[in-house]
């Protein structure tokens, strides 16, 4: 596109002015007598000037304005690039300047979320290491042991090789997690959707973990037991992997002597299922970030009950992958209700 020079603009502009101010000058001069010549004249003179003035802004600053409103049409907003129009020089300025202020916003928005990243990243990189110091400082301190001579004592080389068993399975148990979320979120875990009676998956959990809660003299029971299978619509490893880590997380902190419920409410396409305790439970605070990987309400009782700190948003990726929704209500020292919903079978 051919662009003018400021100076070239000027010399334009000023000849034209110039060559017309040098005929209205003469018509005036022999023809004054004609009030109304000098009225058309003046005019004339009004309308070349304007169109002139126009022309400098048409020429030089809209020449300018359009590689600006170009570069920007064409930088990534907002995942794609802006929609291309057909601009007159009379809507141009108007659109550069919503565009480049929806670009700033844009720009603003994803500093912000770069920036959440970061702390996301580094809050992320620093729980894994804290996750993993513990069990190889252990292991570590079991092995000089063994080392120093502990091996040859037969009442200690037993003892420790199996708390090193311990700490290695609990290493394996975050990376196995960590690699789980990684391929959820990537999409690279696919889902083998099946139909499956989802009252059979929890009564086999709750058979599973009899044991745990026995221990804990917690009752876990399904309080509106249907008289018919309700049939879903899911991934049935992922799904049981779901009701196990609610189901246990129920035991673990529930309170002792207490009991676990699981309910059933019907949604016409979907089903709720609703997995609640009367335990600990937590701070209105606090339920925001439940889902989030390796947080815990209370650190030090948390790793003493076990556990990767990740059950829960693997448990969160895992209903989403089916499409559907998982929720969480709590109140200290009343409890905490889990539901999530499945789609029904059709």
Do not use: C
């Amino acid at each position: 596109m051919k662009t003018y020079t400021s100076k070239f603009l000027s010399i334009v502009v000023s000849t034209t002015l110039s060559i017309l101010a040098l005929s209205i000058a003469l018509i005036a001069h022999y023809l004054s007598e004609h009030i109304i010549v000098i009225i058309i004249s003046t005019l004339l003179f009004f309308t070349a000037t304007y169109f002139s003035v126009l022309f400098i802004i048409q020429k030089y600053i809209i020449d300018r304005l359009k590689p600006i409103y170009n570069t920007i049409r064409d930088l990534p907003l907002s995942g794609k690039k802006l929609e291309e129009k057909q601009l007159d020089s009379h809507s141009l300025i108007r659109n550069v300047k919503s565009e480049v202020e929806e670009w700033a916003k844009s720009q603003l928005k994803e500093i912000e979320r770069l920036k959440e990243l970061e702390k996301y990243r580094k809050d992320f990189v620093g729980n894994v290491s804290h996750e993993l110091k513990t069990p190889i400082f252990n292991i570590q301190g079991y092995v000089l042991t063994l080392l120093e001579g502990g091996l040859d004592d037969p009442k200690i080389n037993k003892l420790y090789l199996k708390r090193t068993e311990k700490s290695i399975d609990r290493m394996v148990s975050i990376v196995e997690d960590l690699e789980s979320i990684t391929k959820l979120e990537s999409g690279e875990l696919k889902l083998n959707m099946v139909t499956l009676n989802i009252v059979k998956i929890i009564e086999e959990v709750i058979e599973m973990e009899s044991y745990q809660a026995s221990e804990r003299k917690i009752s876990v029971q399904i309080v509106n037991k249907p008289e018919k299978p309700i049939i879903v619509k899911a991934d049935r490893k992922r799904i049981l992997e779901v009701v196990t880590n609610l189901i246990i997380n129920a035991i673990k902190y529930g309170k002792k002597k207490g009991h676990v419920n699981i309910l059933f409410h019907d949604l016409e396409d979907n089903i709720i299922v609703e997995v609640a305790d009367n335990g600990i439970g937590m701070d209105k605070k606090d339920l925001p970030r439940i889902f989030e990987r390796f947080f815990r309400v209370d650190k030090s009782r948390s790793r003493e009950q076990g556990g990767t700190g990740l059950g829960l948003s693997i448990v969160k990726h895992i209903i989403e992958a089916h499409n559907q929704s998982i929720n969480v209500r709590s109140v200290v020292d009343q409890g905490t209700t889990f539901n999530f919903t499945l789609e029904k079978a059709k």
